[in-house]
């Protein structure tokens, strides 16, 4: 749950328009239709594939299209701001704010679309069914409760910051930190995550069992 979130998954969407607009595109909130379209598209995909390709599979692409778009993307921010002066500014403005020859909002799109679909495929609805089927009975409400209260915790934490990220770390930095966190999801997920595709909830528990 801290990894859905510390992903920037939420603060990318609650500042979707904000971000395009810095990103220079001139139609802010038809970009905003167009990646919320493509989350419900691909979390359905996810839905469809997740028993046949299973789970760590699904989070580990995930996490590499997730930090690849979220690099592209800090790096087009770079492009837009490539003096010193102009870094300190989260919403670049001026008619000095970016060369003209790097008109490339295409690829703030682009960057965005892939990160939503990334995090579609596998981040966002793949930590709410492993929480459910890793869980044993006995522990599975208090349990699911302190996850809930972790993932919201976290996203009331990103989004609230993510302003100050902005300022603090420059646009591009924050992108960069998202993707960094992402490679780290990757890391977490080969070595911390059990495969549960095709178990049942008693041979999972009974993995556990075994484990310890």
């Not at 790096?75 to 790097?102: C, I, K």
């Amino acid at each position: 749950m801290v990894f859905q979130q510390v992903s920037g998954i939420n603060a990318i969407m609650f500042y979707a328009e904000s971000i395009f607009e810095a990103a220079n595109f001139k139609n802010s909130s038809a970009a905003s239709v167009i990646v919320g379209s493509i989350q419900v598209f691909f979390t359905a995909l996810a839905a469809l594939i997740i028993d046949r390709t299973g789970r760590k599979v699904l989070l580990v692409i995930s996490g590499f299209i997730m930090a690849a778009s979220a690099a592209v993307f800090g790096l087009y921010f770079r492009m837009m701001l490539p003096s010193p002066s102009n870094a300190s500014h989260v919403l670049p403005s001026g008619p000095d704010s970016r060369p003209d020859e790097h008109s490339l909002a295409w690829l703030a799109v682009l960057s965005m679309g892939l990160f939503i679909m990334g995090f579609a495929l596998g981040w966002g609805p793949i930590p709410w069914l492993v929480m459910s089927e890793i869980f044993p009975l006995r522990a599975r409400g208090v349990a699911s409760g302190a996850s809930v209260l972790t993932n919201w915790l976290m996203a009331f934490l990103i989004t609230k910051g993510f302003h100050d990220l902005m300022v603090l770390l420059t646009p591009y930095g924050t992108f960069w930190l998202f993707s960094g966190t992402c490679l780290l999801s990757i890391i977490f997920t080969i070595f911390c995550i059990p495969e549960t595709k095709g178990k049942s909830l008693e041979e999972i528990e009974a993995y556990f069992r075994r484990s310890h």
